[in-house]
């Protein structure tokens, strides 16, 4: 049985700036990592491989620089990696992302049964977390969200239980295969690939499927089958008490003013 795990390549938070002007993000120059949610997802997608003999398959839909993201996760361990990549999927809003990744994974399903999908919870650019749940939708999958535990998966009674972390509670859900879960980062550490993995990994072969390989309608895609619209960016502005004065723009000052007010409360002593 495979599992399936979505993989995001995002522009690293640590160096991206907002253009004054637009209000929109500068991407140029910024280099790009794994979706930080989406390495655990990849680590329980191994977990899972290791104590059930699973087989991992990794999917990303990107430019082609993503296969680099792909390429470490088979350094991680993953058996097989697909790059979903081709200029009409590019401006995809999250409709159309699931459908090619549902695309993707119906026709994976086609030469191994698919157990589970695995998905971040979320991105650290678009943030949506619409993905995982629509992907779910499109292919009828049980949509276990929020998930910081795979407590069992019986792959015989086809049943998954999870452990799904909400506000102040969990929640035990027990679900038919194939499931789509999606993980928060609760769930594991991440484990570093060996320079022995990565050296193997460098000669591994990346599998691209490009829309001649997927045959998904054109007006169903990309910009055109993105009906979202960015009316406007901008920064929210937190209320002084939450932020510390201007804490977030000044650390030093908020620092003091946090001292001041724990001293102020006896909390703190000097
Ligand atoms: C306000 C806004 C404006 C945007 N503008 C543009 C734009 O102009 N052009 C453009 O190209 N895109 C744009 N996007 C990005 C695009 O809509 C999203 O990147 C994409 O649809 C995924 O949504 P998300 O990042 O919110 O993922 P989420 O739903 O937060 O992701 C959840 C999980 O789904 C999986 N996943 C998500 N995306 C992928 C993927 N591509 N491949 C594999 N797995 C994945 C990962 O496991 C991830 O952890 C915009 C997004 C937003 C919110």
Known sequence: MLIVVCIKEVPDAAYINIDPATGTLI???????????????????LRLKEKH????????????????????????????VV??????????????????????????????EVAIVICGKQTID?????VGPG??????????????????????????????????RYEIVE???????????????????????QMMAEDAEVTLWDNEVMKLPKESIGVKGSPTRVRKIFSQIMPESEILGDGIYDPEGAAHLLIDTLTEEDILSL
């Open 135 to 168: 992907i779910a939708t499109r292919l009828k999958y049980s949509q276990l969200t929020l998930v910081d535990q795979i407590q069992n998966v019986d792959d015989q009674a086809g049943k998954v239980r999870v452990r799904r972390m909400l506000e102040g």
């Open 83 to 112: 790059l979903l990549s081709d200029p009409v999927f590019s401006g995809s809003d999250t409709l159309a992302t699931t459908k090619v990744l549902a695309e993707a994974i119906k026709r994976l399903a086609e030469k191994e």
């Open 27 to 45: 991407r140029e120059g910024v280099p790009s990592i794994i979706n930080p949610f989406d390495n655990h997802a990849l680590e329980e997608s």
């Open 126 to 130: 678009g943030a949506t977390a619409q």
């Open 53 to 80: 003999g699973f087989r991992v398959a990794a999917i990303s839909m990107g430019p082609t620089s993503a296969g680099e993201t792909l390429r470490n996760a088979l350094a991680m361990g993953v058996d097989e």
């Open 175 to 197: 679900a038919t295969l194939p499931a789509l879960i999606t993980v928060v980062p609760q769930i594991n550490t991440p484990r570093e690939p060996t320079v022995r993995m």
